[in-house]
C-alpha cells in the first residue's frame, strides 16, 4: 500500500455545504421525500436559440485547445457587450480572459490581486466556495453580515469600518448569492469609492 497522502493543504480545504446538502437531498429523495432543490443555481431559463444553434453548426473533426485567454471572436462579442452597459469603462478583448466558469474567474482574480495572509472582505450572507478559495490561497476571509430585516443590503459604514491593513480586496456579487439582492448604481458607486480609498481591488 502506497504512503502517499493528500497535503495538509488540500486536507484542510473547507469542503462545500452546498454539494453536502446536496447528498442529503438526494438520500431524503431515494426515501420518496419530495424535495425542491434550492441548492444548486441550476439555470431556469431558455438558453438562447443562438446558443444551441452555434453548438450544432460546429463541426470541427479535432477539438483542439483553445486560446489561453479565450477564442478572439468570443472576447471580441463580449467587449461589445460591456462596452454597452451604462457606467461601465471601455474594454476591448486584450482585456478579458474567458474562465470555464464563475468560480473559476474568482479563484483567478482572488490569486493575482493578493498575497498568502492578506484579508479579503465579504458580506454575509455570501456563496461558500468563497471560505475553500481563500483556504487555497492562505488568505484570511472577513465578513460583514447583512440581514433580512434590511432586505439584505449592504451597509457602506459597516463595510468601511471591516477594512484592515490587510484588506486587500472586496467581493460583492450582484445579484447576490445566495440572497439575490441587485446593488443600485448608486450603492456600487459608494462601495467603489470606499475600495479607491483604502487601495482595495474591487
Known amino acids: 500500500m502506497s504512503n502517499a497522502q493528500v497535503s495538509t493543504r488540500g486536507a484542510n480545504v473547507p469542503s462545500s455545504p452546498i454539494r453536502k446538502l446536496a447528498g442529503?437531498?438526494?438520500?431524503?429523495?431515494?426515501?420518496?421525500?419530495n424535495v425542491h432543490f434550492m441548492n444548486i443555481g441550476q439555470p431556469d431559463i431558455p438558453t438562447p436559440k443562438a446558443m444551441i444553434d452555434a453548438y450544432r453548426q460546429y463541426d470541427?473533426?479535432?477539438?483542439?485547445?483553445?486560446?489561453?485567454?479565450?477564442?478572439?471572436?468570443?472576447?471580441?462579442?463580449l467587449a461589445i457587450y460591456y462596452n454597452g452597459l451604462p457606467a461601465t469603462p471601455a474594454v476591448n478583448a486584450d482585456d478579458i480572459v474567458v474562465t470555464v466558469g464563475g468560480s473559476e474567474a474568482i479563484l483567478f482574480a482572488l490569486a493575482a490581486v493578493t498575497d498568502p495572509g492578506d484579508r479579503v472582505l465579504v458580506c454575509e450572507?455570501?456563496?461558500?466556495?468563497?471560505?475553500?478559495?481563500?483556504?487555497?490561497?492562505?488568505?484570511?476571509?472577513?465578513?460583514?453580515?447583512?440581514?433580512?430585516?434590511?432586505?439584505?443590503?449592504?451597509?457602506?459604514?459597516?463595510?468601511?469600518?471591516?477594512i484592515t491593513s490587510e484588506t486587500r480586496a472586496l467581493?460583492?456579487?450582484?445579484?447576490?448569492?445566495?440572497?439575490?439582492?441587485?446593488?443600485?448604481?448608486?450603492?456600487l458607486d459608494e462601495l467603489l469609492e470606499i475600495c479607491r480609498r483604502h487601495g482595495l481591488f474591487f
Open 24 to 33: 442529503l437531498a438526494r438520500d431524503a429523495v431515494r426515501r420518496g421525500v
Open 60 to 77: 470541427e473533426t479535432v477539438l483542439a485547445y483553445a486560446p489561453s485567454d479565450g477564442f478572439l471572436a468570443y472576447r471580441d462579442k
Open 125 to 162: 450572507p455570501y456563496y461558500t466556495n468563497y471560505a475553500g478559495f481563500v483556504h487555497m490561497l492562505s488568505l484570511e476571509i472577513d465578513a460583514v453580515s447583512t440581514s433580512p430585516i434590511d432586505s439584505y443590503r449592504i451597509d457602506p459604514k459597516k463595510v468601511e469600518a471591516a
Open 171 to 187: 467581493i460583492i456579487p450582484s445579484p447576490g448569492n445566495p440572497t439575490g439582492v441587485v446593488l443600485s448604481e448608486a450603492e
